[in-house]
């Protein structure tokens, strides 16, 4: 079994407005069945959400010239990752396809995490 | 209605948790902020259900309503920071002294019926047409969006965001939401308010949408509404003893209107069909 790592983008936030309370929470709901299905099956190794609004700071070049907050258009911006296992890139994609990002139009990026020796 | 929750586990979350504390945290900004701060302190509301969406992806914490508040507090004191208008309208607002006390209390469950009365209250202006009345009441007190609301009304969404954008303009010339049980301008409204909480229930009870003409969540929150009026002062006001003992009447049919086999009640069964035996018993 390989691990690798799911990168979410975009998806909730990048639809300001368009949802009511009671479908956020369905969605919600949602992306608490799917992960708790992974957790079940033992896939789900652990995940990383990122705060909302996206609060950061980036360090760039030698000079480490710091800029405020990550620049990007919101479907594009990182909103979390999750590290899961799969026998391969395949198996992983797949597990991936029932995540409940693509219904507000997220994407998510599947990674192959290199296996450090004695990590 | 929104029971049935008792099996689920620790970590399963109330039905209408969201909704429910979208139209208290809506309830108790508009108040705290002014009206001419309505679409600030939905987007504040908005935003702080969108952190829980992204937080809560394992599972939701233990006490989930007490996570929602703080976070709505935080963005709202932090919001009020960054703006010196607030200060003019609510001096408690410009100092760190009051700040973080005042936003409290106007977010504590103790202010809420009084919050949402005030709401309602504004909401009802002879101004506004009948169906605005309902439409704001749908929005701001219900949680709905401007596309549910249009689905109930079976017209397009954006005459729902027109509706919806005038009714706001009017709301944001208000210097703040009086409170009812003093200013006897904003209880002449009362019959106009009884009015739309009519429409809003009867909304639920055969909207127009054929396809879900039974929303047995609307009819809930028009009782839940009425009883708020009623809790102002319960005597003086037959008509209203009247409206809440309609809704509980027909309210008490709606399961036998509801196909069990349906998980969502979209459909009205046909009289013959109808399962009588809750009315029985």
Same mark, same amino acid.
């Given at each position: 079994?390989?691990?690798?790592?799911?990168?979410?983008?975009?998806?909730?936030?990048? *639809?300001?407005?368009?949802?009511?309370?009671?479908?956020?929470?369905?969605?919600? @709901?949602? =992306?608490?069945?799917?992960?708790?299905?992974?957790?079940?099956?033992?896939?789900?190794?652990?995940? +990383?959400?990122?705060?909302?609004? /996206?609060?950061?700071?980036?360090?760039?070049?030698?000079?480490?010239?710091?800029?405020?907050?990550?620049?990007?258009?919101?479907?594009?911006?990182?909103?979390?990752?999750?590290?899961?296992?799969?026998?391969?890139?395949?198996?992983?994609?797949?597990?991936?396809?029932?995540?409940?990002?693509?219904?507000?139009?997220?994407?998510?990026?599947?990674?192959?995490? &290199?296996?450090?020796?004695?990590? | 209605?929104?029971?049935?929750?008792?099996?689920?586990?620790? @970590?399963?979350?109330?039905?209408?948790?969201?909704?429910?504390?979208?139209?208290?945290?809506?309830?108790?900004?508009?108040?705290?902020?002014?009206?001419?701060? &309505?679409?600030?302190?939905?987007?504040?509301?908005?935003?702080?259900?969108?952190?829980?969406?992204?937080?809560?992806?394992?599972?939701?914490?233990?006490?989930?309503?007490? =996570?929602?508040?703080? *976070?709505?507090?935080?963005?709202?004191?932090?919001?009020?920071?960054?703006?010196?208008?607030?200060?003019?309208?609510?001096?408690?607002?410009?100092?760190? =002294? *009051?700040?973080?006390?005042?936003?409290?209390?106007?977010?504590?469950?103790?202010?809420?019926?009084?919050?949402?009365?005030?709401?309602?209250?504004?909401?009802?202006?002879?101004?506004?047409?009948?169906?605005?009345?309902? *439409? &704001?009441?749908?929005?701001?007190?219900?949680?709905?969006?401007?596309?549910?609301?249009?689905?109930?009304?079976?017209?397009?969404?954006?005459?729902?965001?027109?509706?919806?954008?005038?009714?706001?303009?009017?709301?944001?010339?208000?210097?703040?939401?009086?409170?009812?049980?003093?200013?006897?301008?904003?209880?002449?409204?009362?019959?106009?308010?009884?009015?739309?909480?009519?429409?809003?229930?009867?909304?639920?009870?055969?909207?127009?949408?054929?396809? %879900?003409?039974? +929303?047995?969540?609307?009819? %809930?929150?028009?009782?839940?509404?009425?009883?708020?009026?009623?809790?102002?002062?319960?005597?003086?006001?037959?008509?209203?003893?009247?409206?809440?003992?309609?809704?509980?009447?027909?309210?008490?049919?709606?399961?036998?209107?509801?196909?069990? =086999?349906?998980?969502?009640?979209?459909?009205?069964?046909?009289? /013959?069909?109808?399962?009588?035996?809750?009315?029985?018993?």
């Amino acid at each position: 079994m390989a691990k690798f790592m799911y990168i979410f983008r975009g998806g909730g936030y990048a *639809t300001p407005g368009a949802l009511s309370p009671s479908e956020l929470q369905q969605h919600l @709901s949602r =992306w608490n069945d799917w992960t708790n299905g992974l957790l079940k099956a033992g896939r789900h190794l652990g995940g +990383q959400p990122l705060a909302h609004p /996206p609060t950061g700071k980036t360090l760039r070049g030698r000079e480490r010239s710091v800029t405020d907050g990550p620049y990007a258009e919101s479907k594009d911006l990182v909103s979390g990752t999750v590290i899961v296992e799969a026998a391969s890139l395949e198996e992983a994609a797949q597990l991936a396809r029932d995540c409940p990002i693509f219904e507000l139009d997220g994407s998510v990026e599947v990674r192959l995490v &290199l296996q450090v020796p004695n990590g | 209605m929104g029971d049935g929750m008792e099996s689920a586990g620790p @970590s399963e979350l109330v039905e209408d948790l969201f909704r429910r504390e979208w139209t208290h945290l809506v309830a108790a900004l508009v108040r705290l902020l002014g009206p001419a701060q &309505l679409a600030l302190a939905e987007d504040l509301v908005h935003d702080s259900l969108l952190s829980a969406l992204q937080a809560w992806q394992l599972g939701p914490p233990d006490n989930p309503k007490a =996570w929602l508040l703080q *976070t709505a507090k935080h963005r709202a004191i932090d919001r009020i920071r960054r703006d010196r208008r607030f200060e003019a309208a609510r001096p408690e607002l410009g100092s760190e =002294w *009051t700040l973080a006390r005042a936003v409290e209390l106007a977010l504590s469950p103790e202010a809420d019926a009084e919050n949402q009365l005030a709401l309602m209250f504004a909401i009802c202006d002879e101004a506004l047409s009948p169906e605005t009345h309902v *439409t &704001l009441i749908l929005r701001l007190l219900c949680g709905l969006s401007a596309a549910e609301i249009a689905r109930a009304f079976l017209v397009d969404v954006q005459t729902i965001d027109r509706r919806l954008h005038r009714a706001r303009t009017r709301l944001e010339q208000l210097s703040e939401l009086g409170d009812p049980r003093s200013a006897a301008e904003l209880r002449a409204r009362q019959p106009s308010l009884e009015q739309a909480l009519y429409l809003l229930f009867n909304e639920g009870y055969h909207g127009a949408s054929a396809e %879900a003409p039974l +929303q047995p969540a609307t009819c %809930a929150d028009a009782l839940r509404l009425a009883e708020l009026l009623l809790s102002l002062d319960a005597e003086a006001r037959p008509r209203v003893h009247a409206l809440a003992a309609l809704f509980c009447f027909n309210s008490a049919r709606l399961a036998t209107r509801v196909p069990p =086999w349906r998980r969502r009640p979209s459909c009205a069964r046909l009289l /013959p069909d109808r399962f009588r035996a809750p009315l029985l018993r």
